[in-house]
């Protein structure tokens, strides 16, 4: 189906309005948790990414990931890293996640573009559940989403692409600004164990410690960081849609 060449008006930004006031509607109601769940393992598994990523930039490999029923999700690199090569790992989760959000908002403002951002995700999801999801319920969750968002990419209006592009964009940088709020606590809940969190891994990085300064100061840095990188956002994505308007 041939796409809109100049799908937005000048100055409106309607996909990414409607994206992110459903988003934080959503998050309010009671039933919100259940409708906005594949995005919380979509969410999830870009968290993950962002870990194994970086694993294979500073040298130590990407082993395997795990994606939970509960949202939580766990990283394994092949080799230990130094405190360098710790830290870079440590953040890459919190502040990959909404880097993601920025680059997808950026693309949803034309369909074309879009639907082939959908595609690329949904193949990056389906490489990843089929060569590096160890565990089954991230294996088959994944997969669901990896031939979910291929479908969309391939065969949806490019408006409705644009805005299912949008979305997913708004509940990367809502969802890390949400998630940011457990690295407070004092540890961890995945998969039903207590485990100490990425701020605790930064802190004994770059401090030598674990102490709650240390957590507190890497968790408030990370926040500023995904509140910064959402700012960002909404003036590229303005940015972009008024050079495409009409």
């Not at 409607?18 to 409708?35: D, T, V």
């Not at 573009?113 to 294996?139: C, D, M, P, Y």
């Not at 507190?216 to 700012?231: E, G, N, R, T, Y």
Request: overall charge positive; some cysteine; charged content about 15%.
């Amino acid at each position: 189906m041939a796409d809109e060449p100049h799908p937005w008006r000048a100055g409106e930004l309607r996909g990414l309005a409607l994206a992110l006031l459903a988003s934080l509607i959503l998050l309010q109601l009671p039933m919100g948790g259940y409708l906005l769940y594949p995005f919380k393992v979509l969410g999830t598994w870009l968290h993950e990414i962002s870990h194994g990523i970086v694993m294979l930039l500073v040298g130590v490999g990407f082993d395997r990931m795990d994606v939970y029923a509960d949202g939580s999700g766990l990283a394994f690199a092949d080799a230990t890293a130094d405190n360098g090569g710790k830290a870079l790992i440590a953040a890459a989760g919190y502040m990959g996640t909404p880097l993601w959000g920025v680059v997808l908002l950026w693309l949803g403002q034309d369909p074309r573009t879009a639907r082939r951002a959908l595609v690329v995700i949904g193949v990056l999801l389906g490489i990843t559940a089929a060569l590096f999801i160890a565990n089954s319920f991230g294996q088959r969750s994944v997969g669901v989403l990896a031939v979910t968002l291929c479908a969309a990419g391939l065969f949806l209006p490019g408006r409705i692409a644009a805005y299912l592009c949008n979305f997913i964009a708004a509940q990367a940088c809502i969802g890390a600004l949400v998630d940011i709020r457990v690295l407070y606590r004092p540890f961890l809940v995945v998969d039903g164990q207590q485990r100490g969190s990425d701020a605790h891994q930064m802190a004994e990085a770059t401090f030598g410690t674990s102490e709650r300064w240390a957590i507190v100061f890497w968790a408030s840095a990370w926040l500023v960081w995904a509140l910064a990188l959402l700012f960002v956002a909404i003036r590229l994505a303005a940015r972009r849609a008024r050079k495409t308007a009409v």
